[in-house]
């Protein structure tokens, strides 16, 4: 089976496909450890335990220029990363590779191979 050798298919593979499987690969990673975080240190548990969790939390943000973030708001984009998560890890189509599965395997800088 001969290569692939148009020039346009080379240089976006290069460009494109593997630069966007690189931030792929880390942004699944990096959702992958704050879920394990999430975890162990009982975020959740804590926030729902707290009386306060609609109102900003006290991270310096009213004095340094950031927008606040609520509690409540905090468990909301949780959500979104387990969904997001969960869409990494779902297979695309019929070709039973999942879209993370893809990624490591044409990622060059996303993880330590």
């Known amino acids: 089976m001969a290569d692939i050798t148009n020039p346009q298919i080379v240089k976006f593979s290069n460009e494109r496909v593997r630069t966007i499987a690189d931030s792929v690969t880390r942004l699944a990673y990096t959702v992958d450890a704050f879920l394990a975080d999430w975890n162990a240190q009982g975020i959740n548990g804590l926030l729902i335990a707290d009386p306060e969790r609609l109102n900003p939390v006290a991270d310096g943000s009213r004095t340094d220029g950031r927008p606040f973030v609520t509690g409540a708001e905090i468990q909301s984009f949780k959500a979104g990363l387990v969904q997001l998560q ?3 890890n779902a297979v695309i189509g019929a070709s039973a590779v999942t879209v ?4 490591d395997k044409i990622q060059v800088n996303g993880s330590v191979r």
């Open 86 to 88: 969960t869409a990494l």
């Open 100 to 103: 993370r599965g893809a990624s």
